[in-house]
Nanobody
Framework: QVHLVESGGGSVQAGGSLRLSCPAS????????MGWYRQAPGKQREMVAT???????NYADSVKGRFTVSRDDEPSTLALQMNSLRPEDTAVYYC?????????WGQGTQVTVSP
């Protein structure tokens, strides 16, 4: 059973940076399409960045040029580097993996950006 645990969230001022990590086995990263999503208070969960098992990456327009999703092998992790953070980036960020009809979410990590 796949189990995802995000880390790296926190509180920063606008313009700052954070790096989120989602540890995952190499086998998982090889087989599953993965991504980062976020949910702000009172809003629906939205896609931030996705990475297919083949390495195809897609970003939400709101984060293009500021966020970078990557697969790191040592340790094996799906990472999200977030630069030039804005107050509107404040949300709970979730790691997600899916393969066919099977999908799993992490518990989320809070990111708070103050003006």
């Amino acid at each position: 059973q796949v189990h995802l645990v995000e880390s790296g969230g926190g509180s920063v001022q606008a313009g700052g940076s954070l790096r989120l990590s989602c540890p995952a086995s190499k086998a998982l990263l090889d087989l599953y399409d993965m991504g980062w999503y976020r949910q702000a208070p009172g809003k629906q969960r939205e896609m931030v960045a996705t990475r297919t098992r083949g390495g195809v990456i897609n970003y939400a327009d709101s984060v293009k040029g500021r966020f970078t999703v990557s697969r790191d092998d040592e340790p094996s992790t799906l990472a999200l580097q977030m630069n030039s953070l804005r107050p509107e980036d404040t949300a709970v960020y979730y790691c997600h993996a899916h393969l066919g009809n099977y999908a799993v979410w992490g518990q989320g990590t809070q990111v708070t950006v103050s003006p």
